[in-house]
């Protein structure tokens, strides 16, 4: 990809705090829900509860569908992602705190949170393996596709 789309693919992860997230249910049908997130470039990382629907159905597969839009007014001022990407629950110590570091960054108010809850939290990684980059600044509909 490009520097300048890698630009504006990280402009909009950095002036959003929320995606949507759509797994698949073990029936085969989608869930989207809204999660906070954090990136490290364009890997994205979520928690959740770790017994929770989301990541029951990443468990039992992994694709993953999300949509990032920053705030706008009028529809020609759109600017948002949408991607099909690979998500896995983080287990490595190093990475958990990187992610909780972000995390504290972006979201102050999870200091408050004990190590209990900790506990009973999964974090997972996002890897995107397309994207498309929504900019309705160019015309309504306008649409760069990056796959990875």
Request: glycine share 8%; hydrophobic share 45%; charged share 20%.
């Amino acid at each position: 990809m490009d520097s300048a789309t890698n630009d504006k693919i990280l402009a909009i992860l950095g002036g959003a705090s929320e995606m949507t997230l759509a797994t698949v249910r073990p029936d085969g049908f989608p869930q989207a829900t809204t999660v906070s997130f954090v990136h490290d470039g364009v890997t994205l990382y979520f928690g959740t509860a770790a017994d929770s629907q989301k990541a029951r159905n990443i468990a039992l597969n992994d694709k993953v569908s999300l949509t990032v839009t920053l705030p706008y007014d009028r529809t020609e001022e759109i600017l948002a992602l949408s991607m099909g990407a690979r998500a896995k629950r983080v287990s490595d110590r190093a990475e958990i705190a990187k992610v909780g570091q972000l995390m504290l960054s972006r979201f102050p108010e999870g200091a408050d949170f004990g190590p209990d809850e900790a506990d009973t939290i999964a974090i997972f990684a996002i890897s995107p393996v397309v994207i498309s980059l929504l900019d309705y600044r160019h015309g309504i509909g306008h649409t760069e596709l990056v796959t990875l």
